[in-house]
């Protein structure tokens, strides 16, 4: 536990957990909260599932990926301090979704480029970190305590959930999974926002206000520019399955 007003639980190949926490990063700084950023990993969250029944070709892949990097956010953490993890993950994710689409493809079989030591070295070169960091892709002795974090987060909303989660003002304070959103407020828009989940969150007995209907989010490593209107699509316990 840390004295930190917001605990929030991502992993970093998932772009609603990333538009979330650049949401939180606006509403941060006129709120002056302060934030400790956590780990969850989707690979792990879906360690029992059939991918190939669940989820469209390539999420196996790139929950893989997001368990690698989470392998060096987890070291780096544990060698240079809790304060690393939060540039970390926008030097890391930034790169995947807030850059354009870098046209390279994932091939069946193959190992998800975000997973990979040429993908997070100028990351961790951005951030100060050392290169040898990247060695921790491989090292699977940090998935224990990975794992432990994410049973933390789903146990603070229920196992239906995804990224992110967010728990304010811990111990005892309001957790939720989301809010997904697709597109970024404004600073006013942000921090308005951020009252009304609360409040909602906060009330005794709410359980749940959801649609399964989402527009991409407006990151241009998905295609989409700033303003502009992604396509629609009808996902299903948090991803596009193409067989229900």
Known sequence: ?????IHFYFDPVCPFAWM???WVRLVQSQRDYTVDWRFISLRLVNADVD???????????????????LRVLHRARSEHGREV????YEAVTGRIFDAPPSG????????????TAAFLAPALAEVGLPAQLAADLDDDSADLEI???????LSLTGKDVGTPIIHFQPPDGVAFFGPVISRLPGEEDAVRLWDHVLGLAAFPGFAELKRSL???????GLGVEEDGVGVEQDWHGGSRRTKK
């Open 147 to 153: 794992g432990a974090e994410t049973e933390e987060a």
């Open 1 to 5: 536990m840390t004295d930190a007003d």
């Open 214 to 220: 989402r527009e991409l989010p407006q990151l241009r």
């Open 51 to 69: 991918y190939d029944s669940h989820f469209p070709p390539e999420y196996e892949a790139g929950h893989t990926a997001g368990l690698r990097l």
């Open 20 to 22: 979330t926490s650049k």
């Open 104 to 115: 390279q493809e994932w091939e069946p079989g193959q190992l998800d480029p975000r997973g």
């Open 85 to 88: 993890v939060g540039p970390l």
